[in-house]
């Protein structure tokens, strides 16, 4: 092979390997001498391949001897890979290895990559460089102040080389070489005190000066450059100094710390280390630069705001007095476990989180590593809301690390697996990202570069060798949308405000006091609270955990509703039987406003629980939007779901708990005072009307088979009665209905109506046939001839029924017949039918008035239950529902040929029109209209508090309280209810009085 053919191949080399200025490579290449090609491959694993190879040049041209420094990279792979790879990621070091080129000598240490150095022993090199001796109790420097300040740079930076190195080539944890980092910076600091103490002369000696760091520093997670925030803090070395003594002793240490912070920040000819920042002091810049233990404590427990807590979570002692350092943290430790518990800690830690985001640069925000959206802060924000409100508690998850707190949040189930080890992976990845980024040239950055060559660079640093540039792009952004949505999550997390207002005595359930504590808090029954609080957190399991977690804010809310006894049991029962289904409690614990939904549904109302303990998996409706499903859009659901089944059982027990389904939807939101009476009235209506849509097609289907049929011999249609046709149904409701056929042209008319029959009676049978659903009574009573009479008829036996025996209360129950169900043309059909018989041409007789007025008497009189107070019954009683109904029905029958908009089944919307024709006056109308309103609420509210129907106003004081928190009365104005609704009721009936009986 040619001279030529070895330099061409090298050259194909050198463009694989990622090396860009080729021919300056090849120069470089010669002048290390013939052998130096083998090191290609090493280089082709740095970062940068041109720089590194340029700077072993350099460092060739100042060592000694560079034949044995070729050699040695030849013959010591590890040595290669360390130098070469600090060569090519960080051109601050490089040229610390040009200034310093004996020290490349370091990174031949075979131990390196395989030891961490010892705190200790990182320090003790430190105080040797500046002629201290680390174990002397006031360690002070002996070497000129100049030259120590020098040489603390010197050998931070070479302490700093062998760190760099080992991270870069053999794969130090991201968590492991911060601490690392702040093992060194705690070590430089107290070298620093030395030089300090020395430059202050004799009187330094006469003060403890204590160096608490904080931030990063203080969480052992430091950065490759950042500032070192830290506290100062003094004492007169005499224990017994007067104050004369002790004021001096703080104007000696506020001249040290100042000191000290000089030596660490100034530039000299052996360049800085980083500033020392002390602004996270009491009072800030404008404090003393150092306090005494006293004066801490007094400005923590008077002036302190609630972010300079947070700070404090992190504080360590590392230098100077050791000691004094710890009686500091002492101190301040419980101090930081309560903070949550002043008012608005969390609100004011999310407004400052959110001030930060406000205050970033906009040409900057996009590249923002550390502060701007889904970057490090969010991450480190989030898992302190959370140490902070929890670890009261739960003294395991007090770690000042990220990583290692994040990791107890996790194991403790604060944090879903899942998102734990994701948020895990994304601080990780972002935090090697910054260390990389802040070590190229050693300055404090948290800025992304846009340029092509910086982040292929970083690429490749991050072993991207290939697509350097587009894979760190899209890892970045990747990790970056995972913090952005999991620190929304966690850290907007409504239970995390909940959790904080709780007192520290409260939030620990273990407490021997929490009888007492759940007696306080309205518990009717502490015992058997206390056993179910047991089962729920009993053992070791994560669950458990959860439950832990979850239970104090749940028993403050199961306690701001009418019965919290009954909540905590039902949270009990819902628990067991969902505590293995993974998603259960970390939806509690996660999603929006779901636990505390879920705990005033169980604690207030009887019917929600009854369908939550039916189905326990309806929890998962609380996470989203309880407003009514439109018509549209539940029929079609009902429809699919049947059409899904090919039995007709099956179908209707599919249908039946979809209709379960949607009634907890209704009932969570009327509870949840999300939804109105009208609402609610038009939103049951609704969901019967596709419920009865679905089962006649299923039953249709089912008739069809049993009997061989290819085509029903007949058209069906369901006519809605009573409050079903008015869209008023109640949570008790039974749907009253009529049943209405067609027979086909060709068909058997006794066939058709066997036919009809058939399904009209299975449609009814299965619908309240026993089972895990509710059932739906469909009550025909109201047909022609009551009981007696045909379940069904055809349109034309109606037709000719109502023509010849037609009487007034007959038209009067018509008002509110809605042909809902069933065959469209037959439905049009009979409405088109029925229409004279309910709004008259020449509108009442006075007989016919008479009449309804008689009979109204008659239902006054005789169908009040025996013993029910006529002004306390919600339907038949004075001022209820049966006299504003039976009010606007006379009206309608009166008036509806002459006045449109009383032709309508809803008892409002007539009220409404009745007014507007000066039929009634305005006053009148909304009278009525909320005396409705109130006594339909009162009906609704019943049902949900007891889940069962009454009409009697509640009678028991629990029952009554429960009615009037759903209807949105404050606990302590329950009262209130009993005397609002017999204000309105009377003033109802005195416009019947009015209105009705003239």
Sequence with gaps: MTPGDSRQRTRSDLLRLGIADIDRALAELDALGPDAAALLPILGHTADPDAALNALVRLGERVPDRAELCRVLLDDEGTAMRLLGVLGASTALAEHLCAHPEQWQELRDPTLGSTRPAAWAMRAGLMAAVGAEHTDPVPVATVPHAQAVDALRVEYRRQLLRLAARDLTHHLGVDDAAAELADLAAGTLDAALAVARQRLGEESLGVRLAVVAMGKCGGHELNYVSDVDVIFLH???????????????????AKLAAAMMQVCSAHTGAGTIWPVDAALRPEGKAGPLSRTLSSHRAYYERWAEPWEFQALL????????????????????????????????????????????????????????????????????????????????????????????????????????????ALHRAYAFLRQLEHRIQLYRLQRTHVVPSDEASLRRLGRSLGFLKESQKRLEETWQRHRREVSRLHQKIFYRPLLTAVARISSDEVRLSSEAAGARLAALGYADPSAALRNLEALTAGVSRAASIQRTLLPAMLQWFAECPDPDAGLFGFRRLSEALGTSPWYLATLRDEGEVAERLARLLATSRYCTDLLEREPAGVRLLAGDLAPVGSAALTEEMLATARRQEEGERAVRALRAVRRRELLRIAAGDVLGLTSVDEVGFALSRLTDATLEATLEAVTRTVLAQRGLDAAPTRIAIVAMGRYGGFELSYGSDADVLFVHEPEPEADPQQAATFARSVAEEVRRALAAPGPDPSLVVDADLRPEGRQGPLVRTLDSYAAYYAKWSHVWEAQALLRADAVVGDAGLRERFTTMIDPLRYPAEGLAEDDIVEVRRIKGRVDKERLPRGADPNLHLKLGRGGLADIEWTVQLLQLRFGAQVPGLRTTQTLAALDAAAEADLITADDAQTLTASWRMASRVRNGMVLARGRASDQFPRSILERRTVAGIMGYPPEESDRLLDDYLKVTRHARAVVDRVFWE
Excluded: C, N
């Excluded at 004492?235 to 100094?241: G, L, N, V």
């Design 314 to 421: 992190k504080a360590r002692a590392v230098a100077g007095d050791l000691a004094l350092g710890r009686d500091f943290v002492a101190m301040v430790s419980p101090m930081v476990w309560s903070a949550v518990e002043r008012e608005g800690f969390v609100e004011a830690a999310r407004a400052m989180r959110r001030r930060v985001l406000d205050h970033l640069p906009a040409k900057e925000a996009e590249r923002q590593l550390k502060l701007g959206s889904g970057g490090l802060r969010d991450v480190e924000f989030a898992v302190q809301l959370l140490q902070l409100v929890h670890g009261r508690a739960d003294e395991s998850i007090r770690s000042a690390t990220t990583l290692s707190a994040l990791a107890r949040l996790t194991e403790g189930g604060y944090v879903g697996q899942e998102d734990g080890e």
């Design 235 to 253: 004492a007169p070395r005499d224990a017994d100094a007067d104050d004369t003594a002790a004021a001096a002793a703080g104007r000696v240490a």
